[in-house]
């Protein structure tokens, strides 16, 4: 099983506003850059898809050493809290609906297919990999080129 580390990261002009998302993929000497803007989005949302675009990169089953500066990603899943709101018909603890379903929903067969341990950094700390990550999602909303974030209500 390859082993990969990657860097992720959303960002948002505005929230909601113009977003996109930063990866940087590290394997056996090798890297790779993913990013892409969104018209309208949310700071959490292109979070979660920085997450989708890096997994879904992997062309093999892989071990992966997730880092994001999102505390919302890093507790879902290492608090179990997105199980549970699964399990829960998507509500949270309070009952309310989970947000980001769709998103979740995406995530959740790659979870299957790759082992990831998730590892939260703080963000704007000096961690070029990160910092890299950061540039990639704010120049994915900044060129203009931005798609539908499909599956966003607001």
Known sequence: MSEVVAYTDGACSG?????????????????????????????????????????????????????SDSQYVVHAIEKGWLRSWQRNGWRKADKRPAANVDLWRALLPLLETHQVRFRWTRGHSGDPENERADELAVAAFADGELAEDEGFAG
């Open 15 to 67: 929230n909601p506003g113009p977003g996109g998302y930063g990866v940087v993929l590290l394997w056996n000497g090798h890297r790779r850059e993913l990013s892409r803007g969104f018209r309208r989005t949310t700071n959490n949302r292109m979070e979660i898809r920085a997450v989708i675009a890096a997994l879904e990169s992997l062309k093999r089953p892989s071990r992966v050493t997730l880092w």
